[in-house]
């Protein structure tokens, strides 16, 4: 705990007083040095269309990925997010074995990553992302109103400067994967008050929710 | 054979010495053309002349290892390296022959698909849907079923250790299915 908070003691002296009492709430994007390189590098989005070829195998041409959840779709996702998330999987600090080999060191440099994350996120988002059942929308909604868009926006649009990925147009199937996972305690590169939000949801709230989340209008950033 | 044509190698190499060494070594396996006429080793025309490079500088190097390629490689100049891929890169490929068309049909699939529940990636999401390639990734279309098939094998073994990537795609492919990409690629 001590050692995790040195770097904000060093930086800010204040913050870290009040964050010993508890779990910091920084420690969920504390920064180390491969992403915070990534996060200065300058993305060129033409290189990135072209680091992005060992990704797309699975993201699929235009990093729409899979209506079946499998693979997010990654198109106009913030770029902060992206950089984040990409560089907590290789550092293990999300745990995805899957992807990790396409991922490390040997697969992407920093700079790589910066690129694919510039090129990701200018992409465009056709509304062709998988929904669910639409049986308990109104339900969906009221969750997400009340729960979630306050930091997703109620548009769920993210905010990047934030790091809070924007979840319109985002896959059914993969919202309620990943949303299990974080209720679960299973991602552990989670705001602490994204788990809290939804930890006491049941499995047909997080249908409700991640179904509503799918049918947002995409166009919103 | 091999050791006499390297007996009369020189120092130093023109690209018209590539040219002879790649019809005295290299065309006894690859063919004049780069169109090997034998399954067991790789048609090699219309490769990108900088992935034939980094080919040879892997055997060179021991990266990749080759029965009858690493006893070759030895009997060569490095220098002469660029000639050869300068000479086989801009061959013309001829078409492979597809023998079993369901096993290529399955073959497609993971091709254009990857699987899903094992990781595969796609293989068209790098080596393109028509299998050709870019300067980056080799392309793959046309080639005999036997060759691809004993690659994908050796990225699984370890024996050919010359990308990362194509060592998890190696183990995550199913015996089944490496079958039927050889079988499709040769359609390519």
């Known amino acids: ?141 009221q969750l997400f109103e009340r729960d979630c868009g306050v930091c997703h926006g109620q548009r769920g649009e993210g905010k990047g400067e934030q790091f809070f990925p924007r979840v319109s147009g985002q896959h059914y199937r993969y919202l309620l994967r990943e949303g299990r996972l974080i209720r679960d305690g299973q991602r552990r590169n989670v705001h602490p008050e994204m788990a809290a939000a939804i930890a006491r949801y049941t499995d047909e709230e997080l249908d409700a929710v991640s179904d509503h989340m799918a049918r947002l209008p995409v166009g919103g950033r | 054979m091999l050791v006499a044509a390297c007996l009369l190698c020189p120092a130093t190499l023109s690209a018209a010495d590539a040219g002879e060494i790649a019809r005295t070594v290299c065309a006894a396996c690859h063919g004049l053309d780069g169109n090997s006429p034998d399954p067991a080793h790789p048609k090699i025309a219309g490769m990108d002349q900088e992935y034939l490079m980094r080919q040879l500088k892997a055997f060179a190097d ?37 023998k079993d068309p369901q096993l290529a049909a399955k073959g497609r699939a993971v091709y254009e698909d990857g699987n899903t529940d094992t990781g595969v990636p796609a293989c068209a999401g790098c080596h393109q849907s028509d299998g050709k390639g870019n300067a980056r990734f080799p392309r793959l279309a046309g080639q005999h079923q036997a060759y691809t098939l004993k690659q994908l094998a050796d990225y699984k073994s370890g024996r050919r250790a010359t990308d990362p990537l194509m060592t998890t795609v190696g183990k995550r492919l199913s015996t089944d299915e490496a079958k039927a990409l050889a079988e499709y690629i040769a359609g390519l």
């Open chain 1, 1 to 141: 705990m001590l050692s995790r908070c040195l770097p904000f003691m060093l930086l800010a002296t204040l913050g870290c007083t009040v964050a010993l009492a508890s779990p910091p709430p920084e420690a969920w994007n504390a920064p180390y040095p491969e992403k915070t390189a990534a996060l200065a590098a300058k993305g060129d989005p033409a290189r990135g269309a072209s680091a992005f070829e060992i990704c797309q195998g699975c993201h699929r041409a235009g990093a729409l990925g899979r209506p079946d959840g499998s693979y997010p779709r990654l198109a106009g996702q913030h770029a902060t997010v992206l950089i984040k998330q990409l560089a907590d999987v290789r550092s293990g600090r999300r745990s995805n074995e899957k992807m990790l080999p396409f991922a490390d060191h040997q697969a992407l440099t920093v700079q790589d990553i910066a690129d694919i994350a510039a090129y990701l996120q200018a992409l465009p988002v056709p509304p062709t992302q998988g929904q669910g059942p639409g049986t308990d929308l109104v339900q969906g909604r």
């Open chain 2, 62 to 98: 021991g990266k990749r290892r080759d029965e009858t390629m690493s006893g070759v490689i030895v009997s060569l100049d490095p220098a002469v390296f660029a000639g050869l891929a300068a000479y086989y890169g801009p061959q013309k490929p001829k078409p492979g022959q597809v």
